[in-house]
Antibody, heavy 119, light 109 residues
């Protein structure tokens, strides 16, 4: 069965960088885009960007450009999302999700990773 | 681009039907047939319940249906059940990015 398992919760200081991993299984990793979505406490979903595991190509939302880096390791079917220059506004649950190719929806999601930015 | 516009909250009684709207522009909702709807229960990851405007994934109840007219998409839930109480998000996939609505909290009275 398709699974996306993310790394555990983390606490970061302002100005630091964070990295979340997303280990996939149950499907061909390189055949599906991985998207990253975050959700601040009590707030809605915010799209951050995607990576295509086959090519390594990425695209990110304008507000994160220059601050987000998405990578992958095809040998272990894992995607990563780095976010730099953290502020308290980056405190959120970060999700990875697989994009359904035909329907362009996020059909399988990771469990989420809470990252807290606090001094 | 701005988030898609959804009502903050809707409510209905068990057995009733409700509709949640999602308004975008001709550059997103109106320009692509890639509107999805997600259901999120507290403390859980979102779950897709409608994709490509009106398609239901396997295992999703046929009480959920989606449609689109112009720049506005809609999610209808018929025969409301207590388990439908959750947050609902619309999303529009475009060639350059993905937008989410602000979310709608559904209360089953």
């Amino acid at each position: 069965q398709v699974q996306l398992v993310q790394s555990g919760a983390d606490v970061k200081k302002p100005g630091a960088s964070m990295k979340v991993s997303c280990k996939t299984s149950g499907y061909i990793f390189t055949d599906y885009y991985i998207h990253w979505v975050r959700q601040a406490p009590g707030q809605g979903l915010e799209w951050m960007g995607w990576i295509h595991p086959n090519t390594g190509g990425t695209n990110s939302a304008h507000k994160f450009q220059g601050r987000v880096t998405m990578t992958r390791d095809t040998s272990i079917n894992t995607a990563y999302m780095d976010l730099a220059s953290l502020t308290s506004d980056d405190t959120a649950i970060y999700y990875c999700a697989r994009l359904l190719n035909g329907g362009r929806s996020l059909d399988f999601w990771g469990q989420g990773t809470l990252v807290t930015v606090s001094s | 681009q701005s988030a898609l516009t959804q009502p903050a909250s809707v409510s209905g009684s068990p057995g009733q039907s409700i509709t949640i709207s999602c308004t975008g522009t001709s550059s997103d909702v109106g320009g692509y047939n890639y509107v999805s709807w997600y259901q999120q229960h507290p403390g859980k990851a979102p779950k897709v319940i409608i994709y490509a405007v009106s398609n239901r994934p396997s295992g999703v109840s046929n009480r959920f249906s989606g449609s689109k007219s112009g720049n506005t998409a809609s999610l209808t839930i018929s025969g409301l059940q207590a388990e439908d109480e959750a947050d609902y998000y619309c999303s529009s996939y475009t060639n350059t990015n993905t937008l989410f609505g602000g979310g709608t909290n559904l209360t089953v009275l």
